[in-house]
């Protein structure tokens, strides 16, 4: 595992962009897995800088995202699909329907989950798959417990997920209560992982994945079974890693 800590915001950004951009420069077919929420959403911007100053063309890229609200329309504003098609696809050369987010509100959730795996056997292995980290060890939307799905399922979202995300709803109860996400083995059959995390209140879940035991009670605890994993860390998620 390799770990960098950042203390400018702007190297942190552009270290994870230049990961991302030489493998496209050497294979611009690749597979990208790409994720969600607050922490991502800088590298997004400067790929699409990047993009708009000729450095990459995401013309022929394939990407895969890890996890989706069920119940919303694809077009609600907090959809996962939505947030991609804002923050990143609409501002690049991407072709839409290379790009996937498993549908939140298939009829039938568990066929859904099915075909996203199915997808991913025949188009993949990902090369590089994004990740963030949960206050609670999440990847994807597994979360923490006894035991974990091996592949892309439906699951129900713990109370501490729902109140993280609340603050993009109007009330707590406009949050989710289940999600697709892909499962920890669909992930780390990803050819390389990079974690993002940034911020303090992301110290502890940062030490006890990369430091403490391998546990399904800290799922993101899982990657340090993957042979290569790449971490940024700003300087407050890497606090206790020193
Ligand atoms: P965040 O979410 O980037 O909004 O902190 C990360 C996650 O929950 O996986």
Redesign the pocket.
């Known amino acids: 595992m390799n770990i960098y800590t950042f203390r400018d915001e702007e190297q942190f950004v552009q270290t994870g962009a230049n990961l991302i951009t030489s493998l496209l420069h050497t294979n611009p077919r690749a597979t990208l897995g790409l ?7 800088g590298l997004y911007a400067k790929l699409i800088e990047m993009h708009r100053q000729g450095l990459v063309s995401f013309a022929q890229t394939t990407t895969y995202n890890l996890d989706e609200y069920v119940g919303l329309p694809e077009n609600h504003p907090e959809s996962y699909r939505t947030f991609m098609n804002e923050k990143f696809f609409n501002h690049v050369d991407i072709q839409i329907e290379r790009t996937h987010v498993p549908n939140g509100n298939a009829a039938n959730p568990e066929e859904e989950c099915l075909n996203y795996d199915k997808m991913l056997e025949e188009f993949g292995p990902v090369d590089l798959q994004l ?5 609670n060890g ?4 597994n979360e923490p417990g006894e035991s974990l799905s091996g592949g892309t399922h439906l699951v129900e979202l713990q109370e501490k ?1 729902r109140n ?2 609340a603050r993009f709803f109007p009330t707590l109860a406009d949050v989710p209560t289940h999600a697709i996400t892909m499962g920890v083995a669909t992930i780390l059959k990803a050819r390389q992982i990079l974690l ?4 303090e209140d ?1 110290a502890e879940i940062v030490h006890r994945a990369l430091k403490g035991p391998i546990t399904t009670e800290c799922p993101a605890s899982l990657l340090q079974c993957h042979p290569n994993v790449v971490v940024l860390l700003d300087q407050g998620a890497g606090r206790l890693l020193v």
């Open positions: 994720a969600t929420g607050s922490t991502p959403v990740l963030g980290i949960g206050h999440h990847i994807g939307f997920t993280a995300n993002l995390v940034r911020g992301k």
